[in-house]
């Protein structure tokens, strides 16, 4: 089992976080490449894939969550699920073979809830950003 396998409970096709470069209490930094197989690429769309802007949030969010397990903040047994989703801008697309680096920043982290913002950059441009937040349960 993977690092990342072991922080998320979500499994290919659905998880996209290859790998965390940073975590601490204020900030996490995490990539993940978008390979020419993903699942949706089939369908969105055959002559020119695009990854779907519903999957860069997913992308940002994983990401979070990943970061806060590998600080401790979460228990290795609490789920998190997405509650609301704000001031969502996507600003490049992401094609097949990209890298997204997403950096996430914790507002408010409890037991109950985490709200965080993230941005995703391809490079260093911004592909997209948001805020979120999620509700932790067991």
Known sequence: MSEIEKLLPHRKPFLFVDEIVQADQEKIIARHIFTESEFFFAGHFPQYPVVPGVIL????????????RKTGVLGGDALFFLASVDKVKFRRQVRPGEEVRSEITNLRVSAKTIKQSGKAFVGEELAAEAEWLCIVGQ
């Open 57 to 68: 949030i997913e992308t940002m969010a994983q990401s979070g969550g990943a970061g806060l």
